[in-house]
């Protein structure tokens, strides 16, 4: 999915945080978001997310603005990621609930993601009681279970140690690989945009250089 953003403007009362002219992040790339801390990066993320509609501009999805079905199209991991109560493996399950999967492919999706992403032995803990890393780990098979056209990751790998973080990366290219979804990836981690992006921009008071 490509995602153009027109005249963007984003204010928290009168602070101007993002004020970005015009940028498409294109189709089917793995894009690095990256500048300094409280410099709208999130901000930005959650936007194109469509979970934040204070804005002024302009966000289109393949030139389209959002709509129910773009929605269901689009994933944010973020960076503290909120798990439900319920086993790991019900968090996972859930986004293909809704969507109404049939129940021997949301089996098999969950226990591919696990593998893929070495959390086979947490499935059947609470969501509530795993370590920052494990639960960044969960929620990132909770949001390519569904193979999103369009995934936003807020620093995915900000818990994670330094092995589980080439297992994540690679889980990360795999599913690019397969689905050619466009990734937006906000990362602190230079060698890792180095790594894994086709393109890398900075956000710098607000614009995108
Ligand atoms: N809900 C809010 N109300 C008021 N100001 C906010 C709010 N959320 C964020 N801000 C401010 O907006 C600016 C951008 O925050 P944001 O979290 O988007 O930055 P970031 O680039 O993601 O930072 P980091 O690298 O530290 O995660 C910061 O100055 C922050 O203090």
Known sequence: MEVKVRNLKKYYKENLVL??????????????????????????????????????????????????????????????????KRKVKDNIKYPMLLRKLDKVEIER???????ALEIEDLLNKRGNQLSGGEAQKVALARALVIRPKLLLLDEPTSSIDEEAMITIENCILNFHKQSNATIIIVTHDAIQSDRICDEVVFLERGRIS
């Open 19 to 84: 004020d970005i002219a015009d940028y498409t992040f294109k189709e089917g790339q793995i894009i690095g978001l990256r500048g300094p801390n409280g410099v709208g990066k999130s901000t930005l993320l959650n936007i194109i997310a469509g979970l934040d509609p204070q804005f002024e501009g302009e966000v289109l999805y393949d030139g389209k603005p959002l709509d129910e079905k773009i929605q269901k199209e689009i994933t944010e991991v973020f960076q503290k990621p909120f798990l439900f």
């Open 109 to 115: 999706r969950t226990l591919e993601l696990a593998k």
